[in-house]
């Protein structure tokens, strides 16, 4: 096994601890972060065959039946159904009492006993300590008891004790794993098997071992366990827990389709286009996995404060017992002592974090948004400020041609000379001005002698008549004069931060085509919410002032630092950290890769689609931008419910505690206290549940829109232009 900090418990899938419980189990080796799921996984999920799972319902079922007749004999001695001529029988009782409580006692607190041993042995008392001394301070007076003939025995409430904090750790152990099964899709990526289709046999076989260019048959309601391309079939596939689109998509032969995603209504065929260890869901398992795997701050400040508090409490039993020792009688002040170390048991305590990180981490994966980090939740929460790139995340990072100016031609003349020279170009600018002469119907015109000018444009000949397209150093190095009207639209269009190209055949200039890289449509929108939740926002680029202004106030944002280098972009962070503390910043993931890392919080959006190389924090699927103030929801629900969790544990424990040093509390009370403290953590934490899914600032169609409007486009660059475009 690895490092037990990247250990996810077999049942709820949450970390576990430095003590994990392991167990064979269905033929597999299996770790618990507690005994209750221990118990919870074995009685779901253990077969007939396996004689742990049997052994564990012998004991739940022994340990119950000793409990229930130790509890009806104790009833009749309180009640004292024993006196008078009976009087002579309760020694016999009390025996028989003894000899219930001891397999009792034995098969209810092993758990706990070894659990102590095991920490003893490295010089760490936990809260199974609490309940173990507890315990056996009660049995072991009692046993005295019954030798030395006294008429009082406490055998009840050493097993109880057991009994009630065992039924109260399953039933925290239902509820964390109800915590985790929206974590369950992301998770199964490593253990998921493929059908792997060869010949005319069909072999099943595990994802690991599935290569590039094997056929993969995908039956109904299946997950698909691989990237690859529709050979056969047709069917709607749900791909939300990938892509956090939540319509389904039809695909059928040749249409791509991606690991994790869900086939609905149909049989497919389906070729990898890779190995089944490469597919986003499988690094994406991975990355949560890890995430999962890592404790938040306040999960470890939690953690410290139970390691002195159990010390603590366990002097505090002690001092107890003697203080009470000198006004009632011992077995009274031991009972008083005995409940004192059963209520300050820190169990709430430790599920406080992890329970509600996991349920925002597994909130925030069901619509496609990984947490690499589960600090990062609590960060966002705290966070005043969101700082912006530009290209690729508040706008699509793909040029577009938004104008074009001309004298005595026609749009379709000039983009059909354009296009024919430019479809001989690989720049950028080139494949943007093709895709919109295409969009448009129009046919390209053939162009002979095309040679392209390195650092101006291109050039050729159409019928005998010259042509070029690129910038005003190639129109001045040809001689070709350029309007007064035009130059004046051109200078206007780049210094509101366009790249202009020029277009000119028959040695004249006779359009000026202007292109840009527009903000996303729901861009505003996102600003707009995210300042409604108090946020500010801030523009960090590296493209030209005018540009970078532009784009701010179309989106909404008022504070634009442009022209920054990478290093420059990090200094700014510093600042903007100083003056408006925790900052978040959101970036396409792959160029921002140091500024991300450099942030409180980094995002990444738009291109977060190689997990490998990004250094974000939290990673946003892709068009994604949108969900931003969703997240910000969900981070500032989850830190409220980890500091109310803590709060009541806390709080709690602290006023149970009094009550059972003054002696208010009897033990048996004490520990149904303790599990319904437990019990109320869970429930706090589960009403995150409730949450309201993520509602899209623009309406489906017209994001569909826009997402096929960028595909046609073709071209990618930024809008990050002087007065010339360098062209190549």
Not at 155 to 182: I, P, Q, S
Not at 601 to 622: K, Q
């Amino acid at each position: 096994m690895t490092a037990h900090g990247d250990i996810l418990c077999s049942h709820c899938s949450l970390p576990i601890g430095p003590r994990p419980m392991e167990r064979r189990l269905n033929g597999e080796a299996c770790a618990f972060c507690c005994y209750g799921c221990c118990i919870a996984f074995q009685v779901k999920s253990g077969r007939h065959e396996e004689w742990e799972a049997a052994w564990l319902l012998i004991q739940l079922g022994v340990g119950g039946f000793l409990s229930m007749n130790i509890m009806m004999f104790s009833l009749l001695l309180y009640s004292d159904a024993f006196t008078g001529v009976d009087a002579g029988v309760l020694p016999w009782i009390h025996l028989v009492l003894w000899i219930f409580a001891t397999p009792a006692v034995l098969i209810l607190g092993s758990p706990y006993f070894r659990e102590m041993w095991l920490d003893g042995i490295q010089g760490r008392v936990t809260s199974s300590a609490l309940i173990v001394l507890g315990v056996a301070a009660a049995y072991l007076y009692s046993a005295f008891a019954v030798f030395e003939g006294s008429t009082h025995v406490y055998f009840d409430t050493a097993v109880m004790v057991l009994m009630l904090f065992t039924v109260g750790r399953y039933l925290e152990a239902v509820g964390r794993a109800r915590a985790a099964r929206d974590l369950e899709p992301l998770l199964a990526a490593e253990s998921e098997s493929a059908t792997v289709v060869d010949g005319a046999a069909e072999i099943r076989r595990p994802v690991r071992e599935v290569t590039a260019g094997m056929l993969v048959r995908v039956r109904p309601g299946e997950r698909i366990p691989v990237d690859g391309v529709v050979v056969e079939g047709e069917s709607n596939i749900d791909e939300a827990v990938i892509t956090g689109e939540s319509r389904q998509v039809t695909k059928g032969a040749g249409s791509k389709v991606i690991a994790g995603s869900i086939n609905i209504d149909g049989p497919l065929l389906i070729q990898s286009s890779g190995d089944g260890t490469a597919t986003r869901w499988a690094q994406i398992c991975r990355s949560v996995r890890e995430a999962l795997g890592r404790r938040s701050p306040t999960q470890r400040l939690a953690d410290r404060v139970v390691g002195v508090a159990v010390p603590l409490v366990l002097a505090l039993g002690g001092l107890t017992i003697v203080y009470w020792a000198q006004s009632l009688p011992f077995d009274r002040a031991l009972l008083i002592g005995l409940s004192v170390l059963v209520v300050a048991c820190p169990c709430a305590a430790g599920l406080a974090a992890p329970m509600a990180t996991s349920l925002g981490i597994g909130r925030l994966a069901r619509h496609g948004c990984l947490v690499r980090d589960p600090g990062v939740i609590e960060t966002l929460a705290r966070v005043r400020l969101l700082a912006f790139d530009k290209t690729g995340t508040l706008t699509a990072g793909k040029a577009r041609l938004v104008g074009v100016d001309r004298e005595e031609v026609g749009i379709d003349e000039v983009l059909a000379r354009a296009a024919g020279l430019e479809r001989h170009s690989e720049h950028d600018l080139a494949r943007a001005i093709a895709a919109a002469a295409a969009q448009r119907g129009i046919t390209p015109l053939v162009i002979r002698d095309v040679r392209a000018v390195p650092g101006r444009g291109i050039r050729g000949s159409a019928n005998g008549v010259p042509m070029a397209a690129g910038n005003g150093r190639l129109m001045n190095d040809l001689g070709w004069p350029l309007p007064p009207a035009l130059a004046e639209r051109a200078r206007s269009r780049e210094a509101s931060g366009h790249s202009v190209v020029y277009v000119g055949w028959g040695e004249r200039v006779h359009a000026v085509l202007s292109l840009d890289d527009s903000p996303l449509p729901e861009a505003q929108a996102a600003i707009a919410a995210l300042r409604e939740r108090g946020l500010d926002a801030t523009l960090l680029t590296g493209d030209l002032a005018p540009a970078a202004e532009r784009i701010a106030a179309l989106v909404g944002i008022k504070d634009v630092q442009a022209g920054l280098s990478p290093e420059a972009k990090r200094l700014a962070l510093d600042r903007l950290r100083h003056d408006h503390g925790s900052v978040a910043m959101v970036g396409d993931g792959l160029n921002d890769g140091p500024v991300l890392a450099a942030a409180d919080v980094g995002i990444a959006v738009g291109s977060a689609t190689d997990l490998a190389r990004e250094t974000a924090a939290l990673v946003l699927p892709a068009d994604g931008l949108w969900m931003l103030p969703w997240i910000v929801d969900v981070a500032r629900a989850v830190r409220r419910t980890i500091l109310t969790n803590l709060m009541w544990a806390f709080g709690y424990n602290l006023v149970a505690l009094t009550f059972a040093a003054f002696g208010l509390l009897q033990p048996i009370l004490a520990a149904a206290v303790m599990a319904g403290s437990s019990i109320l953590v869970v429930v706090n934490s589960l009403r995150l549940e409730r949450l309201p899914d993520p509602i899209p600032t623009l309406i489906p169609e017209q994001r569909s829109d826009t997402k096929a409007e960028r595909t046609h486009d073709g071209a990618g660059i930024s809008a990050m232009a002087g007065p010339a475009v360098e062209r190549s």
